[in-house]
Each structure stands twice: as structure tokens, then as C-alpha cells.
């Protein structure tokens, strides 16, 4: 396969070369074929599109030029590049525009016509206020005559009273019919500009602002036979994208959810899209052949100052912009062709990382452990879903809904009850991707049984992970917290709290409910200052491995119990347990105020691993 079978966008002063050569003396160019081709594949990302069109090649054999006509508006134009079929060979492809006096597309072409009725409209709306204010002026000029007329008459005892009363209600009478036409008239104009502007901003939807312009790829190619060919054009278009959306409908026998993932689209590039093979992705097209270079990262010594060291909330914050310029820094790179600007966007990405880096050398390592620094697939993975079929997206401003995919997932379904925050008992079902697509985070509407039960958040989940979501809370099912016992000692130099707790839980169902209890102990890092005890429990705790390993250090009690069916009131299922907390008696137990942000950036990463598995 020839080298130049696939070829970037020239330079236009490198197709010219390349056209001349092609029309040098004892060398006969086929005549431009001018075909738009159809659309056939297209690859949607976040912002952008990836569009590939098949033009047909039926020249003779020799030096052929084709111009694919009907590009969109929104269209990257250096991004352009084809690719022959067998015995066809890509020279080089330029992109072109020409003013033509009309818009191509039917639908522009509909609202051209209507903005220019809208426009005749306005004009003879004003041709008429014209038409009015002369009349008023008339009326004005023949009040001025007749007045002093009739004064002159009157002093002469000659007046003609019938005739100056008929000019007198002629005059009222025009002056109402002109203050009631024009009332009218502005009315009508107020619609008409309503109706204009309406007109012109479906216009700017459907065109970008774009003009009365044809977009043009002219491809340069060379037949090495005689039979049909196929060129390949591709380039992005711009003004699209899409999101993820579920719904997740649980039936009531509680043992399976059906999952139903939808993509939501935005198609405003100004062409539509018919019958094509779509594939939506979360990557980022790249223009770029090269990857970017790892700079060196210089240190040295400063004087050590006393100052207080940066805590949580600072660092996430400062991390949080760090990792902003850097995914800027790397996607302009990657969406440039330019060689030597692509050196300065180069720099910004290491100079990002250098203060990464910097942070990770002047910052505790318990700190960065809890930050959790270590920043690996923090943009997510890099998912794409193939669709099945053709597909087809008009280029319009409203969304746009298609089928990722259908599937039913195993599920394990439970309740959880938090009765220190609440008395509601909601349900919960914790599902294994067991189906053959990854799933992109998102929001999804949640139904039991045949009722919208919520709305909930989908985190990004691969092929054979557990996650867990919510299905709103059971009215049959109630929690309360109550502290049955409260001690107050001193032993020696401390001074000794004890507390005795009791949780209980009401089931108004009539099968028993699995649920998992949560409370909370007092929790402090400075173990030798306070001292909390767990008396022995009769009803263990729970040994799931992920809740031993990330929420019990944290002073998180999790028991998980079947609490039986009709068990309310006197019968109510109990859980009782007591603990001690010890501290110097010189001191009060008092709530941690200083690192709130600490705390919440800690909370926020144990739900969402709780929501993940």
C-alpha cells in the first residue's frame, strides 16, 4: 500500500504546487467530479465528532479531482484527511468555501424565506405608520385653517355652524380612527419583531452564525485502474456531544434490575446524520501524531520556615488546579497540529506536573495518603459504545435520546438504616456488571415495582464490578436511636464517661427485612489523649471485608440483621451496645471544629466508595 494513500490537509500553497504539476503539458487531468458522498460513520465525543463520508470514484484512469460538496458549518477545517480505496490513491485534500447567493440546506433556505416575509412585513408596517403620521399632519393643517376662519366668521355674525360642527366631528373622528390603526399597527410590529427574532435565533441554532457559504473538501487523487473507487473523508465537526443517562427498574420479587442505559445528543453541526454506523466515546480526538515529552524537574534548597504546613482542604483545592491546567495543557496538544506552538502547550503540561510534584516533597505523606493523590484514571477510563444498526440525528437544538444498551443484573436487595441521622429505613441493592459494556457515571431514574421511586447518580463501573443504588426509602420500615444510660465518673487523674445506646427497628411488612444498621462512636486520631471503649457486643459486628477495612477503624458500627415480619412496637427488633470514653479530668470532651474540611473531603471518599465496590 502506497505511503500516500492517507494524507493530511496541505497547505494551500502545496496543493497548488501539486495541481500544477498535475496539469503540466502532455499530462490530460480528468475533469472535477463534484460529489457530497454520504455520511456513513460517525464517532461522537464529549465536544466533539469524528465524521466519516464515502465518495464514489468512477473517473478513468489518471490524475482525478473531486469536490465534496455540503460540509457542515460546524466543521474543523484542519482536520480534513482521506484515504482511498485499492488503486486509489489521496495527493492531497484542500478545504475551500464559495458565497453563493442562497443557503444549501432546505431547512435554512425555509427560515431565509420566512425572515425576508417577516422583513416585507415590517417594511409595510412602516410604510403605513408613514401613511398615518401624514394623515395626522393633514388633520393638524386643516384645525389650523379652520379655526381661524370660523373666529373671523364669528365676528362678522356670518358663521356657518352645521359646517363647522360636520369639520369639527370629521376631524374627531379621523383623529380616532388614525390613534386606534396605529394602536393596531404597533401591536402587529411587536408581534412581527417577536416572529423576526424567533426566526433569526432558529436560524443562528441551525447555522453557527455561519453566512451564505458553501463548505467545500477538494481531494486530489490518483486512479491506478479503470474500475470504481472509494474515497474516505474524514474530519470533526463541532457544536455536539452527549451524556449518559439510565433508568433502573426493579420488579417487586426483588431478585433481579433491569438496567436501561440512553445516551443523551447534542447535533447542531449543521449536517444531519442518516442511517449511520454511530460510535459514542469518551476520548478526546487527537490531531496530534506525537505525544508529549517528560521535561526535567529541578530542586533546591530553601530555608526551612516555621510557617503552618497547608491542610486537606488547602491541598485539594491546589490539587484541583494543578490537574486543571495540566488536562488543559494535554487536550489543546492534542487537538494541535501546530508543530512549534505544540512546544509551549508541552511546557504548560510539565510545568503543571512540576507543581504536582512539589507538593508530593513538601507535604506529609499521611496527609497525601488521605487526598489520595495518587491520580490514576481520575478522568475516568476511555469507554466507547458501538451502536447497533444505522442511526440517524438531524442537526437540531433540541436533545436527542438513543440505546446504549438493555440488560438485567443479579441483585442483592437490603435495607439501611441510619437512626442517628434518621428514622427512614431506605432500600438499597448492591448489582454486579455482569453485561458486556462498561458503565459511564451518570444519572439515573430509579422505579420499584412499576413507580419512580428517585433520581440517583450512576458512578463509572467496569465489566465485572459491584456498585450499589438506592431505591428510596420503605414506609413500612422504621429506625429510632435511644440512649438508654448515661455514667459520669472520676478514676484517679481521668474522667470516665460510659454510655449505653439502644437501636431499634419496626417492620410493618409481613416478610422479614434484611438490614444493615449503622451508628457511631466517638472517633479521634489522638488515641493517647482520649481513650474510647467498645464494651463486648451480643449482637456482632459486621465482617463484610470493605466495611472492616475502610469504615470500621473510622469508629463506624455496621451490624447486619433480619429483623422479622410484624416486629413493631414491644417487639420491636433491639440493638443494644455501650462504650466508655476516658480523658484527663482537667479537660471537657468537646466536638472537632477546627478541620471541618478535613472531615468532609474524608466523608465524601467513604460514600463514594460505599457506592462503589
Not at 38 to 48: D, I, S
Not at 288 to 294: F, I, N, R, V
Not at 369 to 388: F, H, I, K, V
Not at 494 to 500: D, I, S, Y
Amino acid at each position: 500500500m502506497s505511503i500516500v494513500r492517507r494524507m493530511k490537509v496541505w497547505s494551500p500553497a502545496i496543493a497548488g504546487l501539486l495541481l500544477a504539476v498535475l496539469v503540466l503539458p502532455g499530462v490530460v487531468a480528468a475533469q472535477p467530479q463534484a460529489s457530497p458522498g454520504k455520511v456513513t460513520e460517525v464517532t461522537l465525543y464529549r465536544g466533539q465528532a469524528m465524521v466519516t463520508r464515502a465518495i464514489p470514484v468512477k473517473a478513468p484512469q489518471g490524475s482525478v479531482e473531486i469536490v465534496v460538496g455540503d460540509l457542515p458549518e460546524q466543521v474543523v477545517t484542519g482536520s480534513l484527511f482521506a484515504e482511498g480505496s485499492e488503486g486509489v490513491e489521496v495527493r492531497a485534500v484542500r478545504f475551500r468555501t464559495r458565497a453563493v447567493g442562497e443557503e444549501p440546506r432546505d431547512e435554512v433556505r425555509a427560515l431565509d424565506e420566512e425572515i425576508k416575509k417577516i422583513n416585507h412585513e415590517l417594511k409595510s408596517a412602516a410604510k403605513m405608520q408613514e401613511l398615518l403620521t401624514k394623515r395626522s399632519a393633514y388633520l393638524d393643517s386643516l384645525e389650523g385653517f379652520v379655526a381661524p376662519t370660523a373666529k373671523i366668521e364669528l365676528s362678522q355674525g356670518v358663521l356657518d355652524a352645521e359646517a363647522l360642527q360636520a369639520i369639527t366631528t370629521f376631524s374627531f373622528g379621523e383623529r380616532q380612527k388614525i390613534a386606534t390603526e396605529q394602536l393596531e399597527l404597533e401591536v402587529s410590529v411587536e408581534k412581527t419583531n417577536e416572529q423576526l427574532s424567533l426566526a433569526t435565533r432558529k436560524r443562528a441554532e441551525l447555522t453557527g452564525g455561519a453566512s451564505q457559504t458553501v463548505r467545500e473538501a477538494v481531494v486530489f487523487v490518483e486512479k491506478r485502474n479503470a474500475d470504481e473507487g472509494t474515497i474516505r473523508l474524514k474530519y470533526l465537526v463541532e457544536s455536539c456531544g452527549w451524556s449518559p443517562t439510565y433508568t433502573f427498574r426493579a420488579a417487586a420479587d426483588q431478585e433481579e434490575i433491569r438496567v436501561e442505559c440512553n445516551a443523551l445528543i447534542q447535533q447542531m453541526t449543521g449536517e444531519d446524520w442518516s442511517g449511520v454506523a454511530l460510535t459514542l466515546s469518551t476520548a478526546s480526538p487527537a490531531l496530534s501524531a506525537t505525544g508529549p515529552g517528560l521535561a526535567p524537574f529541578p530542586v533546591s534548597l530553601t530555608p526551612d520556615g516555621d510557617g503552618e504546613k497547608a491542610n486537606q482542604a488547602d491541598l485539594a483545592q491546589q490539587l484541583q488546579a494543578i490537574r486543571g491546567k495540566q488536562k488543559t495543557a494535554i487536550m489543546l496538544f492534542n487537538n494541535s497540529r501546530d508543530v512549534t506552538g505544540n512546544l509551549g502547550l508541552n511546557w504548560d503540561a510539565n510545568a503543571a506536573a512540576n507543581e504536582f510534584q512539589y507538593l508530593e516533597l513538601t507535604n506529609p505523606k499521611d496527609t497525601l495518603s488521605a487526598l489520595q493523590l495518587d491520580n490514576t484514571g481520575a478522568e475516568g477510563p476511555s469507554l466507547s459504545y458501538r451502536l447497533e444498526g444505522g442511526v440517524s440525528l438531524a442537526s437540531r437544538s433540541d436533545q436527542q435520546m438513543v440505546r446504549i444498551l438493555q440488560t438485567s443484573l443479579a441483585s442483592n436487595f437490603y435495607h439501611v438504616a441510619t437512626p442517628v441521622l434518621t428514622s427512614y429505613v431506605y432500600r438499597e441493592a448492591e448489582l454486579k456488571n455482569t453485561s458486556a459494556e462498561d458503565l459511564l457515571a451518570g444519572p439515573v431514574n430509579v422505579y420499584l415495582d412499576g413507580s419512580f421511586v428517585g433520581q440517583a447518580e450512576v458512578p463509572t463501573v467496569a465489566r465485572g464490578q459491584t456498585f450499589v443504588v438506592g431505591l428510596g426509602a420503605d414506609p413500612q420500615v422504621r429506625s429510632r436511636r435511644e440512649l438508654a444510660n448515661k455514667t459520669d465518673s472520676v478514676q484517679g487523674g481521668n474522667r470516665e464517661l460510659g454510655f449505653e445506646y439502644r437501636l431499634l427497628i419496626e417492620n410493618y411488612k409481613e416478610e422479614p427485612v434484611a438490614i444493615r444498621l449503622f451508628d457511631r462512636l466517638p472517633h479521634t486520631d489522638r488515641t493517647g489523649d482520649v481513650r474510647v471503649d467498645l464494651s463486648p457486643l451480643e449482637v456482632a459486628l459486621s465482617t463484610d471485608e470493605l466495611y472492616v477495612r475502610r469504615e470500621r477503624s473510622k469508629g463506624i458500627l455496621r451490624w447486619d440483621v433480619t429483623v422479622p415480619a410484624g416486629a413493631t412496637g414491644k417487639d420491636a427488633h433491639t440493638v443494644e451496645y455501650d462504650y466508655k470514653v476516658d480523658f484527663d479530668r482537667n479537660f471537657k470532651l468537646g466536638a472537632l471544629v477546627k478541620n471541618v474540611s478535613e472531615q468532609q473531603i474524608e466523608f465524601e471518599q467513604l460514600q463514594r466508595a460505599r457506592f462503589k465496590r
